[in-house]
């Protein structure tokens, strides 16, 4: 079974508006962290947004917020007022404190902004 | 200089050569990881290594050889490849119980097609 689950493969905004990418993990671990990587075409992974499993608080971090609905294993990325810039792939990452450092990707969603 | 590089770049090899990747890190961290990205697939963790001593393989078929010789260099070491390991390899890096998040940072990539 996939840990995490990217169902967007492609997403469309124009700038200036938000847009939300879905994520959605599973794991047994109480202790884990979530994380949003943005990767450019030039390939480079770029750090976004962590949450833990253990914060009450959704993480913000200038215009990325983390939707986190521990509950349903949702860990949704926002994005306001888009920019050109932001076209890129963004994966969604999960790290298990009882499996180590290594992270757990999904396949991505790809944004597509617009002006 | 930028926290990860990586190169080459870009790499194109025949089935019976021998070569290898570089990752150097200039952040102190002392976690560095091997990463494969193939079209459509997420990110699979290849190895692990912590203070130069390999912590996880991934069941990496023996093609690939990594060495850590210290702390800030990483090298995957590929002999006899197959087609179907063109790919995307990252490196990444950790602090170990370090970063605001404990988050790993990433190199560009070296973009590898195996003929």
């Known amino acids: 079974a996939q840990k995490i689950t990217q169902t967007q493969p492609g997403m469309f905004v124009q700038e200036k508006e938000a847009v939300t990418l879905d994520c959605t993990y599973d794991?047994?671990?109480?202790?884990?962290?979530l994380f949003w990587y943005k990767q450019p075409s030039s390939g480079e992974m770029i750090f976004l947004i962590y949450?833990?499993?253990?914060?009450?608080q959704n993480a913000t971090e200038g215009r990325y917020s983390l939707n986190f609905q521990k509950a349903r294993k949702s860990a949704n990325l926002v994005i306001s007022a888009s920019q050109l810039g932001d076209s890129a792939m963004y994966f969604c990452?999960?790290?298990?404190?009882?499996?180590?450092?290594?992270?757990?990707f999904g396949k991505g969603t790809t944004l597509s902004v617009s002006s | 200089e930028t926290g990860v590089t990586q190169t080459p770049r870009h790499l194109v090899m025949g089935m019976t050569n021998k070569k290898s990747l570089k990752c150097e890190q200039h952040?102190?961290?002392?976690?560095m990881y091997w990463y494969k990205q193939s079209a459509k697939k997420p990110l699979e963790l290849m190895f692990v290594?912590?203070?130069?001593?390999?912590?996880e393989n991934n069941s990496v078929p023996s093609r690939f050889s990594p060495e850590c010789p210290n702390s800030s260099h990483l090298f995957l070491h590929l002999h006899t490849l197959q087609p179907e390991d063109s790919a995307l390899y990252l490196c990444?890096?950790?602090?170990?119980?370090?970063?605001?998040?404990?988050?790993?940072?990433f190199g560009p990539g070296t973009r590898l097609t195996v003929l």
């Open positions: 990444a890096s950790k602090a170990e119980g370090g970063g605001r998040f404990n988050e790993q940072f």
């Open positions: 794991t047994s671990d109480q202790s884990y962290g």
């Open positions: 949450q833990g499993s253990y914060d009450e």
């Open positions: 990452a999960m790290r298990e404190a009882q499996a180590g450092t290594a992270l757990i």
């Open positions: 952040l102190g961290h002392n976690a």
């Open positions: 290594y912590n203070f130069k001593e390999q912590t």
